[in-house]
């Protein structure tokens, strides 16, 4: 089963860049696989995320979100069949991610199924603030988060 992780966010806008983080720390214990393709650090979103993982029999995202009431360094866990839209897994402009992924099957597009795409997203503090390092909060989550994501993505790959 061949396999992409895929980082999302923005290296520069503080705590958004945790996805990008993950999938670079992640990619370094889980070591060079013939079954996985890395790409630590993902921009785009809507229609044009279908070219990115296009040909994938499953896909890890790791991505930031904001919600009412959330704590920074909570991490959730879902896949396609019950996707959220996050920050970055959805642009205004564009497709939402479910809809991107439906209109793709729907050309005829390989994807992955639904429950072949993983999504690990962190809650974040801050989006908007041009900084190449994350919240305090966020920073002192960081190897705990990398430990507890890294160890789930681990089981996905299996051996």
């Given at each position: 089963?061949?396999?992409?992780?895929?980082?999302?966010?923005?290296?520069?806008?503080?705590?958004?860049?945790?996805?990008?983080?993950?999938?670079?720390?992640?990619?370094?214990?889980?070591?060079?696989?013939?079954?996985?393709?890395?790409?630590?650090?993902?921009?785009?979103?809507?229609?044009?995320?279908?070219?990115?993982?296009?040909?994938?029999?499953?896909?890890?995202?790791?991505?930031?979100?904001?919600?009412?009431?959330?704590?920074?360094?909570?991490?959730?866990?879902?896949?396609?069949?019950?996707?959220?839209?996050?920050?970055?897994?959805?642009?205004?402009?564009?497709?939402?991610?479910?809809?991107?992924?439906?209109?793709?099957?729907?050309?005829?597009?390989?994807?992955?199924?639904?429950?072949?795409?993983?999504?690990?997203?962190?809650?974040?503090?801050?989006?908007?603030?041009?900084?190449?390092?994350?919240?305090?909060?966020?920073e002192a989550a960081f190897p705990e988060l990398a430990a507890e994501i890294g160890a789930e993505v681990e089981s996905l790959l299996g051996d």
């Open positions: 089963m061949k396999t992409l992780l895929l980082g999302m966010g923005n290296p520069i806008l503080s705590d958004d860049a945790v996805g990008i983080r993950l999938a670079g720390a992640i990619a370094e214990r889980v070591g060079r696989r013939q079954d996985l393709d890395v790409v630590e650090e993902c921009c785009v979103g809507g229609l044009n995320l279908i070219e990115v993982i296009e040909g994938y029999d499953r896909v890890i995202v790791l991505d930031s979100m904001m919600t009412a009431g959330g704590v920074p360094g909570t991490w959730y866990a879902f896949d396609a069949r019950a996707l959220r839209e996050t920050l970055n897994l959805r642009n205004v402009h564009d497709a939402n991610f479910a809809t991107a992924l439906e209109l793709g099957r729907a050309m005829g597009t390989r994807l992955p199924t639904d429950d072949e795409i993983h999504v690990f997203a962190v809650e974040v503090a801050e989006t908007a603030t041009f900084s190449e390092t994350m919240s305090a909060t966020l």
